[in-house]
């Protein structure tokens, strides 16, 4: 046993000592500073996950099981701060307390996990793929607190997935948070993929309203592609509740498309606001469709990921 516990301590002593050593290099080569703050929030992540488990427990025996994704999220949230200097400013938090909700935002990259811990509302699961079900300490965690895990290649138990989730925010009024793109975007300016239906869909069923967010665009703060990862400040905001009672199912079409252009809109002005000596372009010439979908064709959004630029103009 103690053979094991110190050879978890010389990893973790490496792992330090490693991360500090890019970081001390970050400032003659930029690339170290963004390895380095990679490793530290991997492992910031790690440790709130430790602590997500214990806490989901501690609460779940207190009879406060339903708040500990927000008091998880809390502790990432600071202690990404304290370690890569990254933090989400947020305007609107007002519509924060709109419960229960779907609450929706644009999906950028690996930091929008930070994104959730500084914006996510108390009594509110997130949605995730089921394989993330199966990582040690951060699967533990998402299944021990609440977390509606969907499978994205069988539709029947997506849509149970659903069900139950409607049938839960109605009965404990409790709250949703989906990233309606599906997957990261990875764009260097503002712009959204298009938009799956389940969010819109859930929020139908459940009779609730659909609170969207849009965090402006930070390949400033973090580009994978580009390898940059830099400590700032994001901004965020919470735009007001669109409202969904008395929709059917055969509303979820415009209600899918409504929500993306007013998204794709603050975020184009967000991003112009934070980002004004660069070049903005959007997917505006691109219109969504009546499913929430684009007329640029898929090898398009190919290619703008792998560019990380969208080239259309002002």
């Known amino acids: ?78 202690l990404m701060r304290l370690t890569t200097g990254v933090h989400f400013e947020i305007e609107g938090q007002q519509h924060l307390a709109t419960r229960p909700a779907v609450f929706v935002a644009n999906h950028q990259t690996e930091l929008d996990v930070l994104l959730l811990g500084a914006i996510f509302p108390p009594y509110c699961s997130v949605t995730a793929k089921k394989s993330l079900k199966r990582i040690p300490f951060l699967g533990w965690f998402m299944a021990l ?32 948070f989906i990233f309606p793109e599906g997957t990261r975007s990875y764009y260097d300016g503002p712009d959204l993929l298009p938009f799956k239906k389940g969010a819109f869909h859930l929020a139908v069923k459940a009779g609730v309203p659909v609170v969207p967010m849009v965090a402006a665009n930070y390949s400033h703060v973090l580009s994978v592609r580009r390898r940059v990862f830099t400590g700032g400040r994001i901004a965020v905001k ?18 899918t498309r409504r929500t993306r252009e007013i998204m794709l809109e603050e975020l184009v002005k967000l991003t112009q606001r934070e980002k004004p000596h660069e070049a903005i372009a959007s997917s505006s010439a691109n219109p969504p469709q009546a499913d929430g979908s684009s007329k640029t064709s898929s090898a398009e959004y190919g290619r703008r990921h792998v560019d990380g630029h969208v080239r259309a103009a002002l």
């Open 1 to 78: 046993m103690s053979s094991i516990l110190t050879c978890i301590l010389y990893i973790l002593l490496s792992y330090i000592l490693g991360t500090t050593a890019l970081f001390a290099l970050s400032p003659r080569l930029p690339q170290a500073g963004f390895y380095a703050r990679c490793l530290t929030s991997y492992l910031s992540l790690l440790l709130c996950a430790t602590y997500g488990v214990i806490a989901s427990v501690v609460l779940r025996l207190c009879g406060y099981g339903r708040i500990s994704q927000w008091a998880t999220g809390r502790c990432f949230k600071w």
């Open 145 to 176: 607190s609440g977390t509606v895990f969907i499978d994205r290649a069988n539709r029947a138990t997506a849509l149970a997935a659903f069900d139950g989730a409607a049938e839960e925010m109605r009965r404990d009024r409790q709250s949703v």
């Open 238 to 255: 919470v735009l007001p509740p669109i409202p969904t009672k008395d929709l059917t199912p055969a509303d979820v079409d415009d209600l």
